[in-house]
């Protein structure tokens, strides 16, 4: 009976051992936390595996969340927008809100429409020559976006044009943000949109998480 107890207890403590222990290298030693969780537990909130909703898409590719896309948007603008206010001497914001300003005159309606043509020209410029260079904007970096091809490949240089162009939507007054920007948010929460707006849609693109993508990919990223 001794015995029997005995070998009852051993068994006891090898199970308890093999249900606790963690993973281990080759080498003996435990694996860290993540790499020993479930690829859908380290993955969680990231983003939205894009093999689910496009099949052209790469393995492990995942689609950047609606609001790191809105969040580096507005981030891109108010930072451009500072710049410009400041450069033109603090009179950007002035006459960009002015509208008062069109019945005063052709000397203030000149100033009033020459700087809407500086304020959308210069966020066509900034959103076409970063995509072309960085691949992406300096906000989109930050939040760890990259927009590419449905296959997880990047953008030739032409595309950044026309989807800069498209981008100037957005900041049109008061239609910019609560039909066009609302529209497109949640097309980019929605599965049946393939979580793409209007804006990709027309360009064939997908806003990624950048260290999702395929290798060849990344090394190019900046």
């Not at 003996?28 to 099949?55: C, K």
């Amino acid at each position: 009976m001794v015995g029997l107890g005995r070998r009852t207890e051993l068994v006891c403590l090898a199970r308890y051992s093999r249900v606790n222990s963690k993973p281990t290298l080759d080498k003996g030693h435990p694996l860290p936390f993540n790499m020993a969780d479930s690829p859908v537990s380290v993955h969680q909130g990231s983003g939205t595996l894009a093999q689910a909703v496009l099949s052209s898409a790469p393995e492990g590719m995942l689609i950047a969340p609606v609001w790191k896309r809105s969040a580096a948007y507005m981030l891109d603008v108010v930072l451009l927008t500072l710049v410009l206010h400041f450069l033109t001497g603090q009179q950007l914001l002035y006459y960009l809100m002015s509208y008062s300003l069109v019945t005063e005159g052709a000397i203030y309606l000149g100033a009033f429409v020459l700087n809407w043509v500086l304020f959308f020209s210069a966020h066509y410029l900034y959103f076409k020559y970063t995509g072309r260079t960085f691949g992406r904007s300096f906000a989109q970096r930050g939040f760890r976006i990259a927009i590419v091809h449905d296959n997880g490949t990047l953008l030739e240089e032409h595309h950044w044009g026309p989807r800069a162009f498209g981008k100037l939507i957005y900041l049109l007054p008061i239609v910019g943000v609560l039909w066009f920007g609302m529209r497109d948010f949640l097309r980019g929460r929605s599965k049946d949109a393939e979580y793409r707006t209007s804006l990709d849609v027309r360009n064939h693109t997908v806003a990624a998480v950048d260290w999702s993508l395929p290798s060849e990919t990344r090394l190019r990223l900046r």
